[in-house]
Structures are given as C-alpha cells and as structure tokens.
C-alpha cells in the first residue's frame, strides 16, 4: 500500500501540472481556479473523512465503519482489519474463560479468590453453596464479614497455613468444611473449601472404634496382669521350670498395656478438636525434669547433657507437652547405644523456641524420615520392641505439637544419630 503522505504528493503534483497545463492553453485565472477547486474537493475529503470517523468512535461497532474516500479510505480499511483481529481474540478469550468457569464450576471443592484485603473478588457455585457467599452481591466483600467463625477469622489472619483449618458450619451444624489457604505471587489468596463431612464421620467412628476397643481391653489386661504378677510373686506358685514362661507372659501383658494406653492417649488426642488449654509453662523446670527422666531411664549407660535457656518459656497445656518431648528424650535413650551421647536443649531460635533432643545413636536411613510419625510405623520392629517401643510415640508427638501449631523437625544419619527438634511459633513464646 502506498504511503498516505505519497498520495498526498502525487494529488497535488497531479493538480499543479494539470493547474500548469491549462494555464499554457487557456488563461492563468482559469489554472487558479482548478488548482483551488482542486485543493478544495481535497480538503472536503479529508474534513468529511474526519467527521464520520468522529461519528464512528461515538459507537464503534465493526459492522458501521464506514467505506471512506481517497486517503480515507485506506485508513478505515485499516480500522477495519485491525478490530477483526481484535474481535477475534476477544471471540478466543471469552471461549477461554468460558471454558475455565465451566472446569472451575465443575471441581466439586469450592474455589474463591480473595484480594490483599482479604476481600471476594471471585468464586465458584460450589464455594458459594459450602460458605453461604454469593458473587453477585458479596463480590468485593471482605470474606470475614461472611464467614464469621472466630476461628476460620483467626485462621486467616494468621497466614500460616501449611495445615488446613477445619471449619463447622454454622448453617448445618453436622457439616464440616476443610479450608486450605494457597497464598498466590500476585498477593491474592485462593482459598479452597472442601466437604469433609462424610470423612470425619468414618474417622469418628474409627477413633471411637479404637478408643472402645482400647478400652475393653484395659480392664481384662489389668487382672490378668495383676494374676500373673501375683502368683510370680507368690512363693513357690510357679515351678522354677516354668518361671522364665511366667516372665514372658508379665513382660508381653505390660507391652500391651503400654500399647492400651498410647492408642488411649492418641484417640483422646485426636478427637479432641478444642484448642489446648494455654497457660504459661515454667520451660526451665520442664526441661530439667526431662533431663532427670533421661537420666532415669538411661541407668547410667549413657553421656546426657542439657542446656537449658532459663529466660525462655511457653504458653501451652503442660501435661501435653510433658508427654511429647518426653517421647522424644526416651526414644534417644531407647535408640542409642550404651556409652552414648544424649544432649537436650532448649533455646530460641529466629523468634522460635525450640526443644531439641540429640543423641549419637543408630540413626535413620533418610527414607524412613518422612514417615516415622505415621501410627506403628517402625524402621526396626524387633529393635522397638526389644527397647518396649510401640510405634505411636512419634505420632503422639506429632498431633500434639500440630495442636501447638508447632512443628517437629527430625535429622538424622544412619549410624551417625539423630537430632529431633520441637520448634514452637513466635505466638507462644514468652520472654523473661
Ligand atoms: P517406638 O515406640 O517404636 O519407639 P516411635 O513412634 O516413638 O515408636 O518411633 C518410631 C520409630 O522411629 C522407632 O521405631 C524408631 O525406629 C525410630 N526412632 C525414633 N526415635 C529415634 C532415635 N532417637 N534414633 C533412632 N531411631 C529413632
């Protein structure tokens, strides 16, 4: 296409020769008259082509873009490729996002965007019908004010949310809701609801399962125990010949004891879905008694040493923690050879208090790390059971630290030891 300032030139060549021409063979007023008619008829193309234009942007739709003349003409055709294109991509973009709202609505969780203000900007039908929102009217609404449970608020402006908040309903007092909070790059929040109500039910009754049977079995356990121990003390009940049997029989009833009251302890604590009762806990005097415990246990086998920050303590429900980091004192004395080494600390650490144990044991090869908290799960059964181990400790440790928000952080090399740590959040430590 030829350039429009080329156009330009060549009309008003075109005029001035033509202008000259008949300036030659007629007369020079006539020639003026032509050059000026001529410049004229131009300008009239050029005003007229700029007042339909004007008219067009008023409405600018693609069907009226009108044809135009000379210059015009080729500017209109310009126009008229270029909102094609665009009409063709924002033809392809709906289609898109037509297509996102249908999955979106489709994913049986529920989906909403909040702003940096914690505010709606978007969500889908499903979110809509498990949090009572809805985006007509509640867009731009800060999700608290629609979501009003204490704690989900709580939750929110926390802004750890590396565990899922589980949420009642308050419309439907048997629904559950778990809420995961992803954090997006452009400060947005996505948050995802998903029904959980069936899946608490069956974990409710598996917990009550295990907690009745648990129970059960407690008071049978308890006389046969207590028959075997007194006949064993008896003199002469039981023949020499079968006494080692009679300690068998007394150590495998005090193993399923122990195994009896852990799975007690676990079930209590996870149904327990109240927050721990916090009080402030005189951490110095926590961790020495751990030390002492330590000290108890190990008989002397081994190296233990403590370190303790006095001026370091915590708010949380002491019987709790006096269960979980003892866990993890006796599983290092359980675990570490006579002649071993056991240090216990306990220090802040960026902002957070931690309770350490570690010890130069046998150590974990790296692929069982992940999973030591799962319920029994043992790297070796005949060791754990040699040292009286029933496989829950770590996971009672774990569910009571998570109610502490705390998290347990394990390193350890195979053959070199173990260091578990117990690293609580700024919120709950306090500074003498
Ligand atoms: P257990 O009652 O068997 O000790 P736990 O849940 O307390 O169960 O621990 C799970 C497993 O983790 C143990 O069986 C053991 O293999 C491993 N473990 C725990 N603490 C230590 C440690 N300090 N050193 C080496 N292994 C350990």
Redesign the pocket.
């Known amino acids: 296409m030829i350039d429009v300032r080329w156009k330009a030139f060549f009309f008003i060549c075109s005029l001035s020769i033509v202008s000259l021409f008949i300036w030659l063979t007629t007369s020079a007023i006539i020639a003026l008259l032509t050059f000026a008619s001529g410049l004229l008829a131009y300008l009239y193309i050029l005003v007229d082509g700029l007042h339909q234009l004007q008219s067009w942007l008023k409405k600018p739709a693609i069907e009226d873009i009108p044809v135009g003349f000379g210059l015009w003409e080729d500017a209109f055709n310009a126009i008229l490729k270029y909102e094609r294109k665009n009409n063709l991509k924002k033809s392809e973009l709906n289609a898109a996002l037509e297509r996102f709202n249908t999955v979106a609505n489709a994913i049986p969780d529920g989906l909403v965007i909040l702003n940096t203000t914690n505010e709606i900007e978007w969500c889908t039908a499903n979110a809509e019908i498990q949090l009572g929102l809805s985006l007509a009217t509640d867009k731009n609404l800060p999700i608290v004010n629609l979501v009003r449970n204490s704690n989900f608020i709580a939750y929110l402006y926390n802004g750890i949310y590396e565990e899922p908040f589980k949420l009642k309903d308050s419309r439907n007092a048997d629904a559950i809701l778990e809420i995961c909070i992803i954090p997006l790059v452009s400060k947005q929040k996505l948050l995802i609801s998903r029904d959980i109500t069936q899946l608490e039910k069956v974990d409710a009754m598996r917990r009550d399962f295990i907690a009745n049977v648990s129970h059960e079995l407690r008071t049978p356990l308890t006389v046969v125990g207590g028959f075997i121990e007194t006949l064993s003390d008896m003199e002469g009940a039981v023949p020499a010949n079968i006494r080692s049997y009679f300690d068998m029989m007394q150590d495998q009833t005090t193993r399923m004891r122990r195994l009896i009251e852990?799975l007690l302890t676990l079930s209590h604590i996870e149904s327990n879905t109240l927050p721990p009762e916090d009080r402030p806990i005189e951490m110095s005097a926590l961790v020495n008694m751990m030390y002492n415990d330590a000290k108890a246990l190990s008989n002397g086998k081994h190296k233990i040493s403590v370190n303790v920050d006095n001026q370091l303590n915590l708010t949380g429900a002491i019987d709790e923690l006096q269960s979980a980091l003892g866990?993890?004192v006796?599983?290092?004395v359980?675990?570490?050879p006579e002649g071993g080494e056991i240090h216990i600390s306990w220090q802040l650490r960026n902002k957070q208090a931690v309770f350490s144990?570690k010890?130069n044991?046998?150590?974990?090869e790296q692929q069982?790390i992940d999973r030591?908290?799962e319920r029994f799960?043992?790297?070796?059964?005949s060791?754990?059971?040699e040292?009286?181990?029933?496989?829950?400790?770590?996971?009672?440790?774990k569910h009571i630290l998570t109610r502490h928000q705390a998290k347990l952080e394990i390193k350890?090399m195979l053959g070199s030891?173990?260091t578990?740590s117990a690293i609580f959040p700024d919120s709950r430590v306090i500074k003498k």
């Open positions: 852990d866990n993890l006796s599983n290092a359980r675990y570490t144990v010890d044991g046998i150590g974990i069982h030591l908290t799960y043992r790297v070796d059964r060791r754990s059971r040292t009286g181990g029933t496989g829950l400790g770590l996971s009672i440790v350890s030891g173990s578990f």
